[in-house]
């Protein structure tokens, strides 16, 4: 078991790719002949009234439609610079903008290759709209019968460069329960949902992250503990599950659990039933257990 605490400074997050020719202010041509190609400003602009100009539009807000197009085409990781080049954008502003959709985690970024790449979160975002197309989505429908069979709110989170984040909640509807947002950030060492994606790192890796961690941390009380850390990190991966509680929310925590490597994402997941204490710990083997089981039945190859 295992206490959080609030998220620590310093979140450092951590994309090669073909780059697109076509101008920002276009749309997506692949697939359309030359003379389609050259028409499409015009359609456009056809589509715009008369008194406001397409380049009137909030940039910021059109840019990052623009981005996830880009990535929608691509559909493989890229630099700042090979976003910003394909989509002829200041890369001053392109690397801002990404750093942006980082931190509210509709993007990843791989320090390693300075490279970004969508989350799960956007795919999440418009499944209620098409329940056939959406809705029978394993992660979708795991959680739905999570938060069915134990009442409590679900949420799928995964590693934000030194934080955990929350990329889709069901919540509760039970009178008394835990309220979380998506895009919720926690502590990647100090938490139940970074204990369960941080289990799924090597022992070396870990201290690897938490030595960036803590150069982040300006006081050495508020440092991480990596011996600590390491011990906590050997029972979650014995009992298959973590067990979180208080700090973050007084009174609150959660049971949390790796989860097996999906199509849905490109980077690891955890999934955490989250509830009141007094729930958690007189149900968290039988929490732990309804998880397994549904997690066998959803996302089993």
């Not at 835990?178 to 990647?188: K, N």
């Not at 029972?235 to 009174?251: D, E, F, I, N, Y």
């Amino acid at each position: 078991m295992a206490q959080e605490s609030g998220l620590t400074a310093g979140q450092v997050t951590e994309m090669a790719i073909v780059k697109r020719n076509e101008p920002a202010t276009r749309a997506p041509t692949r697939g359309l002949t030359p003379e389609l190609r050259r028409d499409i400003p015009k359609v456009t602009q056809s589509l715009v009234p008369p008194d406001q100009k397409i380049d009137s539009t909030v940039k910021s807000a059109k840019r990052v439609f623009e981005v996830l197009e880009f990535f929608e085409e691509h559909q493989s990781a890229a630099s700042v610079i090979d976003v910003a080049a394909a989509l002829h954008f200041p890369q001053s502003s392109t690397s801002a903008l990404m750093r942006t959709m980082t931190a509210l985690g509709y993007l990843h970024y791989d320090a390693g290759r300075r490279t970004y790449v969508p989350t799960a979160r956007i795919s999440m975002l418009g499944h209620w709209l098409s329940p056939v197309l959406f809705r029978r989505g394993r992660l979708i429908n795991l959680m739905e019968d999570l938060s069915a069979k134990t009442g409590e709110t679900v949420m799928v989170g995964l590693r934000n460069g030194l934080a955990a984040q929350y990329i889709h909640v069901i919540q509760s509807k039970v009178p008394m329960r835990l309220h979380v947002r998506s895009g919720t950030l926690r502590p990647l060492a100090k938490s139940g949902l970074g204990y369960a994606l941080l289990s799924r790192y090597s022992n070396k890796e870990v201290r690897r992250l938490v030595k960036l961690l803590n150069s982040y941390e300006m006081h050495p009380e508020k440092q991480v503990d990596i011996k600590a850390l390491l011990v906590e990190l050997g029972k979650v991966r014995k009992q298959g599950h973590a067990l979180s509680l208080s700090l973050v929310t007084p009174g609150a925590g959660v049971v949390a659990m790796a989860l097996p490597r999906v199509a849905e994402s490109s980077e690891p997941l955890a999934i955490c039933v989250a509830g009141l204490t007094d729930a958690l710990v007189s149900q968290e083997k039988a929490f732990a257990a309804v998880m397994r089981d549904a997690i066998k039945f959803h996302l089993s190859d």
